[in-house]
Each structure stands twice: as structure tokens, then as C-alpha cells.
């Protein structure tokens, strides 16, 4: 199992972390930036009265996906990478998963550190800022359309 901090300030406090710009060089940013994605889904979820449906996946192989949010009997596959620069590979869990589900993930998201905003290789990229939005509209979209 993960563990969560709800506040990421007091993560990052504990941590050491004493000021913005020693978290770009810190060993655990990425973790602290997944610690905060991971936050902003479970109170988007809250302040819309939806239970938490969120769970990390890891197999036996070693596939990872960061966050898989369930909705509307179907799964939301989201990945985080602090990274500003998207790769190619930040994309792979994301299908690999999906092709070896019964049925293949609803939506596909990647949030980065970076500022783009797009659809690319049928993932919908975003930044923190970005990703209630993203997930609002996800979720409007499974509820509009049948399972």
C-alpha cells in the first residue's frame, strides 16, 4: 500500500523542505508531486459528495499505474510525472493497462509538471491546475454515455 499525506505543506516540512526552491532539487519531488495529484482527485471526488474509488495499481510484473479512479462501473487510468518535458514512456502504463483489462480503461489521463494541455497518443494531458477540470469532464462524459 501507498500512503498519502492529505497536506502536502506538512509532507514537504518534514521532509526538510524549508523553501520553493529546494523541492526542484529534492530526491522525493516526484513523490511529493504524486502526493498532491493524488490529494486534489480525492477532495475533487469529496466536494462532489462521490466515495474516494481510488486505488493505486501494481502487478506482479512490476506494471504501475499511479491512480485509477473508478466511475460509473468503469476505470479512469491517471498517471503523474513531476516532469515539465513530456516522454513517450510516461504513456506506456497507461496502454499496457488498458490492453490487458476486460475492458479497456473509460479515459486515460497524464498530469505533469509542465503547462500543457492536450490529447496526445489518446491520453488527455494536464497540470495540476488543469485536472479538476479534466476530471469533471471525464466524469460528465461517463455519465452521459452508457457502460
Known sequence: PKLYFYDVGLAA????IENERQIFTHPLKGALFENLVVMEAL?????????????????????EVD???????????????????????FFANLRKLSSLLPEPLAAQVLVHGGESERIQEGVSVTHPRGFATQLAQIQATLDETPP
Not at 516540512?13 to 526538510?16: A, I, Q, S, V
Not at 471526488?45 to 501494481?58: D, H, I, P, Q, V
Request: hydrophobic share 40%; no cysteine.
Open 43 to 63: 477532495k475533487y471526488r469529496y466536494n462532489r459528495g462521490l466515495r474516494s474509488n481510488l486505488a493505486f495499481f501494481r502487478d506482479s510484473t512490476g506494471l
Open 13 to 16: 516540512y518534514l521532509l526538510g
Open 67 to 89: 491512480l485509477l479512479a473508478s466511475h460509473a462501473h468503469r476505470l479512469v487510468g491517471i498517471e503523474i510525472k513531476a516532469g515539465a518535458t513530456l516522454h513517450r514512456e
